[in-house]
């Protein structure tokens, strides 16, 4: 079964970094464009980064422009996001999903989240 | 920015039809996206391009797209359907995907 497993949430103080990981199976990676989606405690979702299939293209929402990084490595099956300057209102659930070759509007695979807190 | 708004919430019996609005500026030329999501779960695409459903999704779910409206509607609602649900579209203005603000659904 198509599977992306994030890794790498925690608790960090304000002003920290964190790398997140998604690793991806049973599909080729190399093919998708993908993207970080997070989910506040109680909120709803918010879209942060998006990186095309050989990393030419990446945009990012503007809460975390200049802050976050988003990477992939194809040949490990597995897409990154650098997170620097995290603030509280970075608390999230950080979830990797996969842009549908069929429709790049919207996101047919996500992972199961990895939770960031960010706290004193 | 782009903003897209939905209801906070819709309740519907059991076997009836509910329906779930998405507004934004000129929705109707972009294209829709619905993710269902249950409670401690991750998201799931229940219909993209406004109308098609991924393999998988049952045929009660389905959707429409013009002007500056997306619905989703929910034929014969079953209890399991009750989840909050989220709309989503891509803008090329801004080169972001954004989320609608999502509904409850619940299924009394």
């Known amino acids: 079964q198509v599977q992306l497993v994030e890794s790498g949430g925690g608790l960090v103080k304000p002003g920290g970094s964190l790398r997140l990981s998604c690793a991806a199976s049973r599909f080729t990676f190399s093919d998708y464009s993908m993207s970080w989606i997070r989910q506040a405690p109680g909120k709803g979702l918010e879209w942060i980064s998006y990186?095309?299939?050989?990393?030419?293209?990446?945009y990012y929402a503007d809460s975390v422009k200049g802050r976050f990084t988003i990477s992939r490595d194809n040949a490990k099956n597995s897409l990154y996001l650098q997170m620097n300057s995290l603030r509280a209102e970075d608390t999230a659930v950080y979830y990797c999903?996969?842009?549908?070759?069929?429709?790049?509007?919207?996101?047919?695979?996500w992972g199961q989240g990895t939770m960031v807190t960010v706290a004193s | 920015s782009y903003e897209l708004t939905q209801p906070p919430s819709v309740s519907v019996s059991p076997g009836q039809t509910a329906s779930i609005t998405c507004s934004g500026g000129?929705?109707?030329?972009?294209?829709a996206s619905w993710y269902q999501q249950r409670p401690g779960q991750s998201p799931v695409l229940v219909i993209f391009?406004?109308?098609k459903r991924p393999s998988g999704i049952p045929e009660r779910f389905s959707g429409s797209n013009s002007g500056n409206t997306a619905t989703l509607t929910i034929s014969g609602t079953q209890s399991m359907d009750e989840a909050d649900y989220y709309c989503q579209a891509w803008d090329s203005t801004t080169a972001g995907y954004v989320f609608g603000t999502g509904t409850r659904v619940t299924v009394l």
């Open positions: 999903a996969r842009v549908p070759l069929v429709d790049n509007d919207s996101f047919d695979i």
């Open positions: 000129k929705l109707g030329d972009k294209y």
């Open positions: 990186i095309t299939t050989s990393g030419s293209s990446i």
């Open positions: 391009q406004d109308n």
